[in-house]
């Protein structure tokens, strides 16, 4: 093998956390190299343990949960790094539907602050939905969170109007 490759890796996987899909493709990308050369390499890295799928997988997933974002949006962010699926299922089975949920819930809070202009419930549901549906999560957690969200924001709205007026 030579030396150069596995520097090159080194190099690569010092800047950020990489799949071995990943890596494999920026190795390939230049004509340096031969095929050979880059497996023994990414072999060495995983052998090392600078390179685990799995444990990328769980931590990027529990990262963008943790970011508010859902579990369609992790699968396809995951897929796009080449995170086998194998190691993807693992990585969203972490993420239990309580976590979803509150991550959806997490959001929309935020969105309806900035929807507190909206006086329209309809389209107040309208744009939440298409909110939360953006940023991955599953429509049926999209639409628990959207009738509990905008019924409750709804009651404060209607508490501060009676009350504070």
């Given at each position: 093998?030579?030396?150069?490759?596995?520097?090159?890796?080194?190099?690569?996987?010092?800047?950020?956390?990489?799949?071995?899909?990943?890596?494999?493709?920026?190795?390939?990308?230049?004509?340096?190299?031969?095929?050979?050369?880059?497996?023994?390499?990414?072999?060495?890295?995983?052998?090392?343990?600078?390179?685990?799928?799995?444990?990328?997988?769980?931590d990027?997933?529990?990262?963008?949960?943790?970011?508010?974002?859902?579990?369609?949006?992790?699968?396809?962010?995951?897929?796009?790094?080449?995170?086998?699926?194998?190691?993807?299922?693992?990585?969203?089975?972490?993420?239990?539907p309580?976590?979803?949920?509150?991550?959806?819930?997490?959001?929309a809070?935020?969105?309806?602050?900035?929807?507190?202009?909206?006086?329209?419930?309809?389209?107040?549901?309208?744009?939440?939905?298409?909110?939360?549906?953006?940023r991955?999560?599953?429509?049926?957690?999209?639409?628990?969170?959207?009738?509990?969200?905008?019924?409750?924001?709804?009651?404060?709205?209607?508490?501060?109007?009676?009350?504070?007026?």
């Amino acid at each position: 093998m030579a030396k150069g490759v596995l520097e090159k890796a080194m190099d690569f996987l010092a800047l950020r956390p990489l799949s071995t899909s990943e890596l494999r493709s920026k190795l390939s990308s230049s004509d340096r190299y031969t095929q050979e050369e880059i497996e023994e390499a990414l072999e060495t890295c995983s052998r090392r343990g600078y390179l685990n799928d799995a444990l990328l997988a769980s931590d990027a997933a529990q990262y963008l949960s943790s970011s508010g974002k859902g579990s369609r949006l992790i699968r396809q962010k995951l897929r796009a790094r080449g995170i086998p699926e194998e190691e993807l299922t693992q990585a969203l089975e972490e993420i239990t539907p309580e976590n979803e949920s509150e991550a959806a819930r997490s959001a929309a809070e935020g969105k309806l602050r900035l929807l507190v202009r909206e006086k329209d419930p309809g389209k107040k549901r309208e744009k939440l939905f298409r909110f939360l549906i953006s940023r991955g999560f599953t429509p049926e957690v999209t639409a628990k969170t959207v009738r509990e969200m905008v019924d409750l924001s709804q009651t404060q709205e209607d508490f501060s109007e009676d009350f504070c007026t």
